[in-house]
């Protein structure tokens, strides 16, 4: 195979919030490094700073194939969204979604219209844009978790985040994301039972969804919230963190499992994804399911739902990185006839 560069963005520590999870990347970057490595393929791993950058240093990069590792610039993904464009514009195969998934995926708001339009079960809610005047008189009585519509990683959910509506802390709580985070809340119904995370690649065989995976909440007290917020992804000496371990795989009923891989595939196609993605799940009490949103080019380190799923799949981490790359090639020699 041709030469693989690995373009990853940079991440500074100097005065960066969420470090924990942006500083992941590297995390990624290695698996991947160390799979091309046991696969003898060359490659170069590359450091992006900006969208600038990238755009300086692509018209100089002889190699064509790109494993795509840019998750973010400056905190901020919405950039992100147009990187795929810019590997187009140069030439070169990337690995994983195009700029219209992630654009459509990324803007949770914009994402869960998509899902709800094409009949997907989705908790009812609104989203608030900063300076917008709102009421949340209309909305059912009830438990919501108010989180940010355009951040990933869990940035932006908290035990806080789990208020009763109508509230003063449901409307303090939407005040603190649009000033702290300047992006639109989402204020969604809180689903109280399970959750599961559906992890789905595509390969030349078609789209294939993995072992679902279900986070073991058996150690919360039972008036305790039980929600993945940032610390449980990302501080090792919170509670959430050392008790939320995975079950893989989950132990659904199997008209259950069955139609959430359906609804993991119609979210993966309602949102035009490649390459591979992971699809979150509630379920209610009923044990019925809610698609809670989709999350393309998701976290591949090693110690993540993905990769877990890919180890559950028998399916061992190299033959994954293998797999993006020959998708990336067998979609460039497509455009190309």
């Known amino acids: 195979m041709e030469k693989v560069l690995v373009l990853y963005n940079q991440v500074e520590e100097s005065d960066e919030s969420f470090l924990e999870s942006r500083s992941g990347i590297m995390d990624q970057v290695n698996a991947v490094v160390d799979s091309l490595e046991k696969l003898n393929i060359e490659y170069e791993a590359i450091p992006v700073r900006d969208l600038r950058h990238l755009a300086q240093i692509l018209p100089d990069l002889r190699e064509k194939l790109i494993f795509n590792l840019i998750e973010d610039f400056d905190g901020s993904i919405h950039q992100v969204n147009v990187v795929p464009s810019f590997y187009e514009a140069f030439g070169f195969s990337y690995t994983g979604n195009g700029m219209e998934s992630l654009f459509l995926s990324l803007d949770k708001t914009r994402a869960k219209a998509i899902l709800v339009a094409a009949g997907l079960p989705c908790p009812a809610g609104i989203s608030v844009q900063p300076g917008q005047s709102f009421s949340l008189d209309n909305l059912k009585k009830g438990k919501y978790i108010i989180k940010p519509a355009c951040s990933d990683a869990s940035e932006g959910i908290e035990i806080d985040s789990v208020v009763n509506v109508p509230s003063s802390e449901a409307i303090a709580r939407i005040k603190w994301i649009n000033e702290k985070f300047n992006q639109a809340a989402i204020i969604e119904q809180y689903i109280p039972a399970r959750e599961l995370n559906v992890s789905v690649i595509e390969t030349k065989n078609g789209v294939k969804v993995l072992p679902i995976?279900?986070?073991?909440?058996?150690?919360?007290?039972?008036?305790?919230?039980?929600?993945?917020?940032?610390?449980?992804?990302?501080?090792?000496?919170?509670?959430?963190?050392?008790?939320t371990p995975r079950i893989i795989p989950a132990p659904l009923d199997k008209t259950i499992a069955e139609k959430v891989r359906s609804l993991a595939i119609q979210s993966w196609k309602a949102l035009g994804c490649h390459g591979y993605a992971r699809?979150?799940?509630?379920l209610d009490e009923n044990d019925s399911p809610y698609v809670l949103e989709v999350n393309p080019n998701p976290d591949i380190s090693p110690d993540a739902g993905f990769a877990a799923a890919l180890s559950a799949a028998e399916i061992p981490y190299e033959q994954f990185v293998l797999t993006m790359l020959q998708n990336a090639i067998y979609k460039r020699d497509e455009i190309k006839i």
């Open 279 to 282: 699809v979150d799940f509630r």
């Open 213 to 243: 995976a279900e986070i073991d909440f058996s150690a919360f007290a039972k008036k305790q919230l039980k929600i993945v917020d940032y610390d449980a992804k990302w501080i090792k000496e919170s509670f959430g963190y050392n008790n």
